[in-house]
């Protein structure tokens, strides 16, 4: 099976147990809870995409591992033009969802190792490419979500983690057997993992040789012994677990973004799903390739997907208070498809300017620096989108009341009159679209862009170190006829 159904999917789901907790309570069936079934449903649209002949050339790809068409979100890219079409793929989850759609740092893990896996072998002889492309063949063959992990709570940023009282702040290896390892800690901030087949977790960035037992990686399944997953929970998550009219949420269906803790309590790992143990020198490249691919998912796809959903909720807005002629309202809305295709073109950048990484390994990766500079760029961007689509949609964005007063026999005819501005068009549209700019814009994107794919300061000090300006210099030489 290359490609599985929707149904098939959350069959899947439904036959596994993994361990969650939710606002003190646990969480027994993900499918059930209205906030964890969220993250099914997203995950389920990228089955739907790939059947439909309408987004199957974006959202598939021909893998040469098993020689079927395979979902996107499990294949690495072999050239530039699967690198756009990743690019593509991104913008389009991101502007049908509304929200995260959970494969794509699994996928992203899936290119720091299928790169630093041949590399290693190539360098040290290890065999971890080869039990890679055998794992990541048996995710195509079954079309698995895989969920990816590295953010962790860490301890003082002065000290080693070697150094910490509480040497477990990194996941760290604590046993090494013969057929395995078993590991303990925590990853933080990690979307969608409870709702995925699998998790490939990474280390959270370089190690120095006596840290070795914090150079990790590997793919357990999301319900493994000793996993626990400790969700989020928000205003928005209280408001969810209390909706009687999804529509009130400003994105009924998928939600906001769903995220989880995962604690690892001495959690077995086979040897065969080992792809990173103790080579220290590597784990730099792995968090390093993984950065810039990410960057470029986070900075000039996603976001670009969602600036979209804004974008068009302001013009409905726009269209139904009558102000599609009023000269500030354009002008804001023309800055915001300045800020979305400045982001796309971010984006597509990086993808066209990939290059084979590491040479001869047959893999392709986004340019460093504008994946970085994608990334960078859409943290100040969405901010300022945000409050363009907030000063559009006015103070009713935070004000509004319910849907349910519509209904009512008393006042539903006062929140109707009041609430059309004298149009024609139907005021729980009106009313419907209004929550959705409130859920972008008073939700938790903004904080969720910056901090997503590593903070505008992690950007900036990766081109510090991969932008150096001996071409720029040495133009102004050749300018002035400078010689050294």
């Given at each position: 099976m290359a490609l599985k159904t929707p149904r098939q999917f959350v069959e899947s789901i439904k036959r596994m147990s993994?361990?969650?907790?939710?606002?003190?309570?646990?969480?027994?069936?993900?499918?059930?809870?209205?906030?964890?079934?969220?993250?099914?449903?997203?995950?389920?649209?990228?089955?739907?995409?790939?059947?439909d002949p309408e987004s199957a050339l974006i959202m598939t790809a021909q893998s040469p591992l098993t020689g079927d068409t395979v979902n996107r979100y499990t294949h690495v890219c072999r050239s530039v033009d699967d690198l756009i079409k990743k690019a593509e793929a991104g913008c389009f989850a991101a502007e049908n969802l509304g929200t995260c759609i959970y494969r794509c740092v699994g996928l992203d893990a899936f290119h720091a190792l299928a790169t630093t896996c041949w590399e290693m072998d190539r360098d040290l002889g290890t065999g971890y490419h080869d039990r890679f492309i055998e794992y990541l063949k048996w995710v195509q063959e079954n079309d698995l979500s895989v969920a990816g992990a590295l953010t962790e709570p860490r301890g003082d940023r002065k000290k080693r983690a070697i150094d910490w009282p509480d040497p477990y702040l990194s996941l760290k290896v604590v046993d090494r057997r013969d057929d395995g390892i078993v590991v303990r800690g925590a990853k933080i901030n990690i979307s969608g993992a409870f709702a995925s087949h699998e998790l490939m977790v990474l280390p959270q960035s370089a190690k120095t040789e006596d840290e070795s037992d914090y150079a990790i990686a590997f793919a357990v399944p999301a319900d493994a012994k000793g996993i626990t997953y400790i969700c989020q929970y928000t205003p928005y998550s209280a408001e969810r677990d209390q909706a009687d009219d999804i529509f009130e949420l400003g994105n009924p269906r998928f939600g906001q973004r769903e995220t989880s803790m995962v604690v690892f309590d001495d959690v077995f790992v086979p040897m065969d799903r080992v792809f990173h143990l103790g080579e220290t020198?590597?784990?730099?490249?792995?968090?390093?390739?993984?950065?810039?691919?990410?960057?470029?998912?986070?900075?000039?796809?996603?976001?670009?997907?969602?600036?979209?959903?804004?974008?068009?909720?302001?013009?409905?807005?726009?269209?139904?208070?009558g102000l599609e002629k009023v000269p500030h309202i354009n002008e804001q809305i023309t800055e915001m498809v300045v800020l979305r295709e400045t982001g796309r073109a971010c984006g597509l950048a990086a993808a066209i300017k990939g290059v084979e990484d590491p040479a001869g390994s047959g893999y392709f990766l986004p340019d460093e620096v504008m994946g970085n500079v994608a990334k960078l760029n859409i943290c100040n961007s969405f901010w300022r989108v945000m409050a363009l689509a907030g000063d559009i949609g006015g103070g009713l964005v935070v004000t509004m009341p319910s849907l349910k007063d519509l209904d009512h026999p008393e006042i539903g005819p006062y929140v109707n009159e009041f609430l059309s501005f004298g149009s024609e068009a139907d005021t729980r549209n009106i009313m419907k679209v209004t929550k959705l700019l409130q859920h972008w814009t008073a939700g938790q994107h903004g904080v969720a862009t910056w901090h997503g794919a590593g903070p505008v300061m992690a950007q900036k000090i990766m081109l510090q170190r991969v932008v150096d300006h001996d071409r720029e210099k040495g133009l102004v030489k050749k300018t002035l006829g400078i010689e050294d």
């Amino acid at each position: 099976m290359a490609l599985k159904t929707p149904r098939q999917f959350v069959e899947s789901i439904k036959r596994m147990s993994p361990r969650v907790f939710m606002n003190g309570k646990r969480v027994e069936s993900v499918l059930d809870n209205p906030n964890t079934r969220t993250v099914v449903e997203a995950n389920m649209a990228s089955y739907q995409w790939a059947l439909d002949p309408e987004s199957a050339l974006i959202m598939t790809a021909q893998s040469p591992l098993t020689g079927d068409t395979v979902n996107r979100y499990t294949h690495v890219c072999r050239s530039v033009d699967d690198l756009i079409k990743k690019a593509e793929a991104g913008c389009f989850a991101a502007e049908n969802l509304g929200t995260c759609i959970y494969r794509c740092v699994g996928l992203d893990a899936f290119h720091a190792l299928a790169t630093t896996c041949w590399e290693m072998d190539r360098d040290l002889g290890t065999g971890y490419h080869d039990r890679f492309i055998e794992y990541l063949k048996w995710v195509q063959e079954n079309d698995l979500s895989v969920a990816g992990a590295l953010t962790e709570p860490r301890g003082d940023r002065k000290k080693r983690a070697i150094d910490w009282p509480d040497p477990y702040l990194s996941l760290k290896v604590v046993d090494r057997r013969d057929d395995g390892i078993v590991v303990r800690g925590a990853k933080i901030n990690i979307s969608g993992a409870f709702a995925s087949h699998e998790l490939m977790v990474l280390p959270q960035s370089a190690k120095t040789e006596d840290e070795s037992d914090y150079a990790i990686a590997f793919a357990v399944p999301a319900d493994a012994k000793g996993i626990t997953y400790i969700c989020q929970y928000t205003p928005y998550s209280a408001e969810r677990d209390q909706a009687d009219d999804i529509f009130e949420l400003g994105n009924p269906r998928f939600g906001q973004r769903e995220t989880s803790m995962v604690v690892f309590d001495d959690v077995f790992v086979p040897m065969d799903r080992v792809f990173h143990l103790g080579e220290t020198r590597y784990s730099g490249r792995i968090v390093t390739r993984f950065a810039k691919t990410h960057r470029m998912t986070c900075g000039g796809t996603c976001k670009v997907g969602f600036m979209n959903q804004i974008i068009g909720a302001c013009a409905l807005i726009q269209e139904y208070k009558g102000l599609e002629k009023v000269p500030h309202i354009n002008e804001q809305i023309t800055e915001m498809v300045v800020l979305r295709e400045t982001g796309r073109a971010c984006g597509l950048a990086a993808a066209i300017k990939g290059v084979e990484d590491p040479a001869g390994s047959g893999y392709f990766l986004p340019d460093e620096v504008m994946g970085n500079v994608a990334k960078l760029n859409i943290c100040n961007s969405f901010w300022r989108v945000m409050a363009l689509a907030g000063d559009i949609g006015g103070g009713l964005v935070v004000t509004m009341p319910s849907l349910k007063d519509l209904d009512h026999p008393e006042i539903g005819p006062y929140v109707n009159e009041f609430l059309s501005f004298g149009s024609e068009a139907d005021t729980r549209n009106i009313m419907k679209v209004t929550k959705l700019l409130q859920h972008w814009t008073a939700g938790q994107h903004g904080v969720a862009t910056w901090h997503g794919a590593g903070p505008v300061m992690a950007q900036k000090i990766m081109l510090q170190r991969v932008v150096d300006h001996d071409r720029e210099k040495g133009l102004v030489k050749k300018t002035l006829g400078i010689e050294d």
